[in-house]
């Protein structure tokens, strides 16, 4: 096939953004319903606390073992392999942690959410596929509208709780993985659409026409490696911030819930406190997504990931300070959410714009695996400071993090005019 004219790179384009985004939707309920659950299935089968935040590390470890291959995959073959072999991953994680419940087996249920996890790690490749043939002037724009769809889905997956036990207990399903029935039938939805409907493929467009562009002007285009390592570890960093705090919410909700309610305490009293606190947090992560993403075009991308900083920041404080009230918890996770949204946009829109075509999808992927190892790093240490430091001290440990990428920020600053 012959390199796109503009004309039909801007059509193109338009199409990839909307087939993605209807694809974010449809994933974005599994992997809602899978964030909700993971730590409360993980403490309920193992009978440990302490051992929950194992669930959302498996989850976080899954991209980080599969990020890299399905990045190498999407150079060789393109997008759409890709993203639909990550919707066999999730198919087959949601089968497992059912299975894994109806047995009460612990290591089936990581291996389950690991699996999942895999799966996701193609949900995290479509905001950098909605880069892959926008203009400079837009590629904020356009990777935020990506990431903005996920939010119908993210919050509808949480929200699915409730409704989702009423239908497992009508099909059969062990208790709490009624809602797995609704990611199923939204990944087969998802992987469809994909084989059907993204083409052409974005990036091996793109690839074609930085190949031809290239021949004709001979001009390669410059890298800048600083500013791509930094946007990594802005990227890694807000994502472990994000994720230890978030992971450890359910668990921490669960005993306020029995203190509010004593020993009157439902399990559906739980599903209602955690689905709404999450979907709030999830609505946070994506709801202002285009907000940020226009944000970063028109006043850089640095300081837009510095801003997602300030937002964390805020977060943790309301974590520290007001954890013992619901009100306080659920501000928390809307900013925890804010913050990472605006850092997540504006680093992945510096990473692909400072990073060379030949490097920029191997980047992509090592960003993505990286993220996900810390933040899977970072859950399982949630646990343990859960336990020994509450919720509080949660917080507090979390700072650290948030400092460390403001206090490196010069180190891409000096450039950062350069990438755009």
């Known amino acids: 096939m012959t390199a796109l004219t ?42 440990n606390d302490g051992l929950s935040g194992l669930a ?39 089968a497992i942690v059912v299975l894994a419940v109806s047995l009460r087996i612990f290591p089936l249920l990581l ?9 996701n790690a193609g949900n995290l490749q479509s905001r950098f596929a909605a880069t892959d043939l926008a203009s400079p002037q837009h590629r904020g724009r356009d990777l935020s509208i990506v990431v903005w769809s996920t939010t119908i889905g993210g919050v509808a997956g949480p929200l699915l709780l409730g409704p989702g036990e009423f239908v497992g207990h009508a099909i059969g399903m062990p208790p709490q993985t009624g809602s797995y029935a609704f990611s199923f039938v939204a990944q087969c939805a998802a992987l469809i659409l994909y084989l059907i409907a993204l083409r052409p493929d974005p990036l091996l467009a793109a690839q074609r026409l930085a190949t031809a562009a290239a021949a004709v002007t001979g001009v390669v285009r410059e890298d800048k490696p600083v500013v791509a390592r930094y946007a990594i570890f802005a990227i890694a960093g807000s994502h472990v911030v994000m994720a230890s705090v978030m992971a450890m919410t359910p668990v921490h909700l669960s005993h306020m819930a029995h203190t509010m309610h004593g020993m009157d305490t439902t399990p559906a009293d739980v599903s209602a406190l955690v689905g709404i606190t999450i979907a709030l947090h999830v609505g946070g992560m994506y709801a202002l997504s285009p907000v940020f993403g226009i944000l970063a075009d028109r006043w850089g991308r640095l300081r837009v990931i510095l ?53 920029r999808t191997r980047r992509q992927g090592r960003s993505d695996s990286l993220m996900s190892l810390c933040a899977a790093a970072g859950a399982v240490l949630a646990g343990v400071i859960l336990s020994n430091f509450q919720y509080a001290g949660l917080g507090v440990a979390a700072s650290v993090v948030v400092v460390a990428i403001v206090v490196l920020s010069p180190l891409a600053r000096a450039r950062a005019a350069e990438a755009g």
């Open 56 to 94: 959302t590390a498996s989850v976080t470890l899954g991209p980080a073992l599969c990020s890299i291959p399905l990045a190498r995959m999407a150079a060789r073959f393109g997008r759409r392999r890709a993203l639909t072999l990550g919707n066999v991953f999730a198919l087959v994680g949601i």
């Open 307 to 359: 801003l997602g900083q300030a937002l964390l920041g805020g977060a943790l404080v309301f974590a520290v300070l007001a954890n013992d009230q619901a009100w306080g918890v659920m501000v928390a996770l809307i900013l925890l959410g804010l913050g990472w949204s605006a850092a997540t946009v504006a680093g992945a829109a510096l990473l692909t714009e400072s990073s060379a075509p030949e490097l």
């Open 6 to 47: 503009l004309e039909q790179q801007t059509a193109v384009q338009r199409r990839t953004v909307a087939v993605l985004s209807l694809g974010q939707v449809l994933g974005g309920i599994a992997f809602g319903a899978t964030v909700s659950l993971g730590a409360l299935l993980a403490a309920d089968i193992s009978g």
């Open 111 to 119: 291996l389950g959410t690991l699996t999942i996890g895999a799966g």
